[in-house]
């Protein structure tokens, strides 16, 4: 993620074999197919090793379809089900908000994590097809929730649903802080690995000599031109 980068003292790198896992601090697992990210997963032999990574008490952030993979428990999955890595103990449905055209974009209050790291005390929370947590756990930290429209309280029997949560060195969202230049969840997260790092004592192994020759720099624009000038204008304050 581009963003990271733009946080002092992070180096990012992109993880698809076993080697990568183990170099790295932290995870953070992007939106996108979370029925083909489970597939192409299995067929790598990752699963196994996701699931160690985060046993073993190192952060991992799952955004979007992560937060579908992060989950103990979700709804509306393809038929045949999917793979999930669990952990956190929560229910999602995958597909809550709707197919891709109903997509959307607001601003939601953002947690102390989040306000810590100073600018508005709200945040901008960008939706692509996007999954909500239907219910949580005990232990899980609720950083963020979306109160439904009129038209979404008739249909799904709800005024809320929870769109960030934590535990431990868990988090999930169920938008894209990726796809804005506010960079405060991200330091969020840097914070939870940091913290990690600092309590178990265990400096970050070097990436394997092989990434230098498989890594890529996300080459997006540092912003999406598409969602509109009135959010960028409050994010430049």
Not at 119 to 137: C, E, H, K, M, N
Not at 219 to 234: A, H, S, T, V, W
Request: contains cysteine; hydrophobic residues 40%.
């Amino acid at each position: 993620m581009t963003l990271l980068q733009k946080v002092p003292g992070v180096e990012v790198v992109e993880v698809r074999t076993k080697d990568e896992l183990e170099s790295v601090a932290g995870l953070i697992i992007p939106g996108g197919e979370s029925t083909t990210m489970a597939l192409v997963a299995e067929r790598w032999g990752l699963i196994p090793e996701l699931r160690s990574f985060a046993k073993a008490g190192k952060p991992v952030w799952g955004t979007c379809a992560g937060m579908i993979f992060l989950a103990e428990g979700a709804e509306g999955q393809k038929e045949g089900g999917q793979t999930l890595l669990g952990g956190l103990d929560i229910t999602v449905s995958r597909n809550f908000f709707g197919a891709q055209i109903n997509s959307f974009e607001t601003r939601l209050p953002a947690p102390e994590c989040v306000k810590s790291h100073g600018s508005t005390d709200d945040f901008r929370a960008v939706f692509i097809r996007a999954p909500a947590v239907l219910a949580a756990g005990p232990g899980v930290e609720v950083l963020a929730e979306y109160a439904l429209t009129p038209e979404e309280r008739a249909k799904h029997g709800r005024d809320k649903v929870i769109v960030g949560v934590r535990k431990g060195v868990l988090m999930a969202t169920a938008f894209h802080p990726e796809l804005t230049t506010d960079i405060r969840w991200h330091q969020a997260f840097v914070d939870m690995v940091r913290k990690h790092t600092g309590e178990a004592g265990l400096p970050p192994k070097a990436p394997p000599a092989l990434y230098e020759n498989l890594g890529r720099l996300p080459n997006r624009p540092p912003d999406m031109p598409i969602y509109g000038q009135e959010f960028l204008k409050r994010e430049d304050l």
